[in-house]
T-cell receptor
């Protein structure tokens, strides 16, 4: 089983739609969770951290469910500029030191 | 602000050649890491470092060496390039405190490596 799993998509949605992505992680001791955005042929950039109480940043809402070991990202009122790959990232510690583990990413395509 | 600087941006190697990918950060981050990204595979951790003199293996370390002699630099060495190492390589750095990684990872712009 992969340490962090995401549906690769693509998710094809029209402008204005609401879309949600889920991500599951294997290590129940994981403490930090993030969503990153990656545009084609560019480096990943932090979209938002995910807190236990959930958090919202404009049209983006992130939720954490520790009991089921998944995190989610909700995008409301999708824009063309939201088209990108969204990476789920989990801070894990198996042996040794903590490390950031990335999911394979979910590709979003927003069409006019 | 420079952030994380990776060089080169593009490289073509012949099978068996060696080379070093450079990574430098100016944010005084203790934690640095190298990833490779292949289609459908996401970012896979190659090696990482929690401070000068301390490195550890990630998910796919074979064929790569690292060292961390300074806080700023974390080079990745390909010992004998193979076509399977054709990929996009990203270096990243993060602030860490007492071994905790709870903050943003900053990435370099990537190195596109082709091994023929």
């Amino acid at each position: 089983r992969k340490e962090v799993e995401q549906d690769p998509g693509p998710f094809n949605v029209p402008e204005g739609a609401t879309v949600a992505f889920n991500c599951t992680y294997s290590n129940s001791a994981s403490q930090s969770f993030f969503w990153y955005r990656q545009d084609c042929r560019k480096e990943p950039k932090l979209l938002m951290s995910v807190y236990s109480s959930g958090n919202e940043d404009g049209r983006f809402t992130a939720q954490l469910n520790r009991a089921s070991q998944y995190i989610s990202l909700l995008i409301r009122d999708s824009k063309l500029s939201d088209s990108a790959t969204y990476l789920c990232v989990v801070n894990m510690k198996n042996t040794g030191f903590q490390k950031l583990v990335f999911g394979t990413g979910t590709r979003l395509l927003v069409s006019p | 602000n420079a952030g994380v600087t990776q060089t080169p941006k593009f490289q073509v190697l012949k099978t068996g050649q060696s080379m070093t990918l450079q990574c430098a950060q100016d944010m005084n981050h203790e934690y640095m890491s190298w990833y490779r990204q292949d289609p459908g595979m996401g970012l896979r951790l190659i090696h990482y470092s929690v401070g000068a003199g301390i490195t550890d293996q990630g998910e796919v370390p074979n064929g790569y060496n690292v060292s961390r002699s300074t806080t700023e630099d974390f080079p990745l060495r390909l010992l004998s390039a193979a076509p399977s190492q054709t990929s996009v390589y990203f270096c990243a750095s993060s602030y860490s405190y007492a071994g905790q990684l709870n903050t943003e990872a900053f990435f370099g712009q990537g190195t596109r490596l082709t091994v023929v």
